[in-house]
């Protein structure tokens, strides 16, 4: 496994560990009814959560793909958070899961 790989699987499950000890339930790996499977959902607020995808090889299809995704998620009512292919450090991390922590149908779920 590359290094950069491991960094993005490092830094997605601090932001799904992050969400869990804020007491926000993610589902991991869910398939949706179009085929696709989304890295994380959080239901209780209909958020996803998509790791940027891999574009070192065929850019154009893996994009195309990844908007078809979006597009599809959000005509469903989903709000798309992708997650950063940057590194991100503790505080980047806490700061991103503040973001979604502070959406208003938390506080009415």
């Known amino acids: 496994m590359k290094q950069t790989e491991t960094q993005d699987i490092v830094k997605f499950e601090g932001i799904v560990s992050e969400l869990g000890r804020r007491g ?3 589902l ?8 696709y499977v989304v890295d994380a ?16 090889k065929q850019v154009k299809v893996a994009m195309s793909q990844f908007r078809d995704l979006i597009n599809r998620l959000e005509s469903d009512g989903y709000q798309v958070m992708v997650i950063p292919k940057n590194s991100m ?3 980047q991390v806490k700061a991103f ?11 009415s779920a």
């Open 24 to 26: 926000i339930v993610v």
């Open 28 to 35: 991991m790996h869910r398939p949706t009814r179009w085929g």
């Open 41 to 56: 959902v959080i239901p209780s607020i209909k958020i996803v959560l998509l790791r940027m995808p891999d574009l070192t």
């Open 89 to 91: 450090d503790e505080a």
């Open 97 to 107: 899961c503040d973001r979604i922590a502070a959406e208003p149908a938390l506080a």
